[in-house]
């Protein structure tokens, strides 16, 4: 039972049980909670120990306790006082700023809402096993606080990994590790205070630039990707290899184009490869990075890869910029996770991140060509074979009743619209593929299936 603090009206949460530790917490917290505000005349320890029938010492002891600590504070000749704890309370940031969680449909008992990988297909094995060697072998100075760009193990590895696979011109001077794309993404808005996103974009990196101080404009994307032609930004944000969301590729004479106004005009790009190890019809193509490395930030990420969790992102900076923007990335208050860092390292070196790539890559070839295979005639999917979402243009019908139907048969995706920054255009439904189990993607497809039926019924 709580014992009631007669003397000022306050309930302690305190049972005599809890002995003069308990006693001691439960007013910490009444201090904590501010329900004993700064300034408030504590009871005499006489008092307090008559009303909750403990021994005089005991609570003079917890006064003591609580006022090294900080919490009471006692001056001569005058009573014991609640001393001003910690800072006053965080106001949140305004609505229009705030990072926002995906915007589920809530319980959803399908879920092919993009940005994820199947979280199931996490290669455990192998990362227990590099994380067994890892601290088998790093000697005591790799578990220091460390290089703030990450460990030269990892960015070494990743210098080879991105050459071989990516075309990077990258080498570890020039590799900065942060937390992901989205950490990358505010860092950059900081340091160069304007960015343009492509038209359309994902919403969320938009805020997260403009939560590092950035302002924000938008250029628009058509079916050979950015167009490049319309930029009057000094530095703009692109997915080369398949754009977000519409999943078109940036065309050949785009790409030299794009490399040679950065050239030109001094501009910067920052090249977004979310998703560059999943193309299914043909070989990758290469980063845009190698033709114009002194004026391109190549970003890479595990979130596709492995998982989000993970929380690992690259980038291959220009030389000139490897100092701010990993001060920048350093003051957003993120430090490299060393160990997992030296984990990932071992995953590339010993061949292990290949192997569940190819994994992977198989996999989600399948279902993407299972989706394409089972879609209701009407519906009509843009882009490229390759990674792990799928743009649908909608038949007939406006978006939100589109993604009320599909909501009502418990199946999550996206919608097109919220992703355009001008005006909004043709209606469409962003479908991920990858996130479900494997067992759960057939009656995932299923379900999709039967409510774009509905929508054209
Ligand atoms: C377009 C795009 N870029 C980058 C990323 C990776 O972001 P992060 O590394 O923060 O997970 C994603 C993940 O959803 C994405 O969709």
Not at 339 to 349: M, S, T
Request: glycine share 10%; net charge neutral; charged share 25%.
């Amino acid at each position: 039972m709580a014992v009631p603090w007669s003397s000022s009206d306050l309930h302690l949460d305190w049972q005599p049980d809890g002995g003069r530790r308990g006693l001691a917490e439960a007013l910490r917290r009444a201090i904590r909670d501010g329900r004993l505000s700064p300034g408030a005349v504590v009871p005499s320890t006489r008092t307090l120990a008559r009303d909750l029938g403990v021994a005089r010492g005991t609570i003079t002891r917890v006064y003591a306790d609580l006022t090294v600590e900080g919490y009471l504070y006692t001056s001569q000749g005058a009573p014991t006082r609640v001393a001003a704890t910690g800072a006053p309370p965080i106001a949140p940031p305004e609505e229009k700023i705030r990072p926002r969680a995906a915007p589920w449909v809530p319980d959803a008992r399908w879920d092919l809402y993009p940005g994820r990988p199947d979280l199931s297909a996490f290669p455990r094995a192998a990362w227990l096993s590099a994380a067994r060697r890892v601290l088998q072998d790093a000697p005591a100075a790799a578990l220091d606080y460390g290089d703030t760009r990450g460990p030269a193990a990892l960015r070494e590895a990743l210098a080879r990994y991105l050459a071989r696979t990516r075309g990077v011109l990258a080498d570890p001077g020039r590799i900065v590790l942060c937390g992901g794309f989205k950490h990358a993404i505010t860092a950059l808005g900081h340091v160069f205070g304007e960015l343009a996103f492509e038209d359309p974009s994902l919403p969320e990196f938009r805020t997260m630039a403009t939560l590092g101080g950035a302002r924000v404009t938008g250029v628009r994307v058509d079916e050979h990707g950015l167009q490049v032609s319309e930029l009057d930004s000094p530095v703009v944000v692109v997915t080369p290899a398949h754009q977000y969301p519409l999943g078109v590729t940036l065309a050949p004479e785009r790409r030299t184009a794009l490399a040679r106004w950065a050239t030109d005009t001094g501009g910067l790009v920052i090249e977004d490869d979310y998703d560059g190890e999943f193309r299914f019809d043909r070989q990758p193509v290469g980063a845009v990075q190698a033709l114009a490395p002194e004026r391109i930030v190549y970003a890479g990420t595990v979130s596709k890869t492995l998982v989000p969790a993970l929380h690992i992102g690259w980038l291959v900076v220009p030389r000139a910029l490897a100092e701010p923007v990993r001060d920048a990335l350093a003051g957003t208050g993120w430090r490299p996770p060393a160990l997992d860092h030296l984990i990932l390292a071992e995953l590339l070196n010993s061949g292990a991140y290949d192997r569940h790539v190819r994994q992977r890559r198989a996999a989600y070839r399948r279902r993407r060509d299972r989706l394409l295979g089972a879609l209701p005639p009407g519906f009509t999917p843009t882009g490229i074979s390759a990674g792990l979402h799928l743009m649908l243009g909608i038949p007939g019908t406006s978006e939100e009743e589109a993604l009320a139907t599909i909501s009502r048969h418990s199946v999550a995706v996206d919608g097109l619209a919220r992703h355009r920054m001008a005006e909004q255009r043709e209606p469409g439904i962003v479908v991920g593929y990858a996130t479900p189990a494997e067992h759960a993607f057939g009656p995932a497809l299923e379900a999709l299936v039967t409510a774009l039926r509905e929508i054209t019924a």
